[in-house]
């Protein structure tokens, strides 16, 4: 691919701008969007790693502040690890039984798992997420036969799209699902599972106070991670599903921990 001219500091101050205003970009996004070859982008993303403007990750690069309150959207977040993504929330998806209820909570990896579960029959889907919603709901005057049986939480939306707050947790309290789908900003072998927003933590604790299983869908990235708010800790998780990106310590502290752990591969680009 030719250059389009741009010298690697016009690039990188592009670049440096698309990542402050939306959180994440991606390296095939960038090809496009600078005209330059793959490798270029990924040069300019090592150089702007190096300055601590960014941090890469497979595919692209998210903004590297990683303060303890940082709460990307719900785009940002989507656009990263989407392979990885894709591998655990198959696997998660085997876990919803057909007639049960499943609560889905906020995030794009449960996002993932939603989205395969659209033709479990008979199945009723608790979530306080607004994507998930959207996901399910049909647009049609009479949904599809054997669709899912939707119920929203209520509540106030945060930036990641989650309904939280006290008429969420009032919600959730007088539930009981058979199965949770849950995701986390952040997952650490003395943090437990954590999340940047207070009312996010608290909302999921109720989630997890109202399920008979919890299963944690989380790809190797969020490993180390440990924003501002925990809400549960590693043996309170019955099935922590992630990909074979994880390193082999992080696999050793969660089979030893969570009930058990499932590893999915991510096939090779």
């Known amino acids: 691919m030719a250059d389009n001219g741009l010298l690697a500091h016009q ?48 595919g692209g690069a998210v903004a590297a502040s990683g303060t303890a309150i940082d709460e990307p959207g719900f785009e940002a977040k989507s656009a990263l690890e989407s392979a990885a993504k894709a591998a655990v929330a198959e696997a998660a998806a085997t876990l919803v039984e057909p007639g049960s209820v499943v609560a889905v909570a906020a995030g794009t990896t449960a996002y993932a798992v939603a989205a395969r579960l659209l033709h479990v029959p008979r199945l009723t889907v608790v979530t306080n ?8 709901r049909s647009t049609d005057e009479e949904p599809p036969a054997g669709a899912p049986t939707l119920l929203l939480t209520g509540g106030s ?26 995701g986390a900003h952040g997952v650490g072998e ?12 608290q909302t999921n604790r109720a989630l997890i106070a109202s399920a008979r299983r919890v299963a944690v869908v989380a790809d190797h990235t969020k490993w180390g991670v440990v924003a501002l708010s925990g809400f549960a800790a590693l043996d309170e998780i019955d099935v922590f599903v992630t990909d074979s ?15 058990e752990l499932v590893v999915a591969p991510v096939p090779e680009d």
């Open 245 to 259: 990106g994880l390193q082999v310590h992080a696999r050793t502290a969660l089979a030893e921990t969570v009930g």
């Open 157 to 182: 939306p945060t930036p990641s799209a989650a309904l939280v707050g006290p008429l969420a947790d009032q919600a959730i309290r007088s539930l009981h699902v058979d199965l949770l789908i849950l």
């Open 11 to 58: 690039r990188q101050a592009m670049i440096a701008e698309l990542v402050r205003r939306s959180g994440a970009v991606r390296v095939a996004e960038l090809v496009e969007q600078l005209g330059v070859s793959d490798m270029t982008v990924r040069r300019d993303l090592d150089a702007l790693e190096r300055s601590g403007v960014v941090k890469k990750v497979h």
């Open 190 to 201: 003395k943090a437990g599972l954590t999340t940047p927003n207070l009312a996010e933590a």
């Open 129 to 136: 997420s607004l994507p998930v919603a959207e996901l399910i």
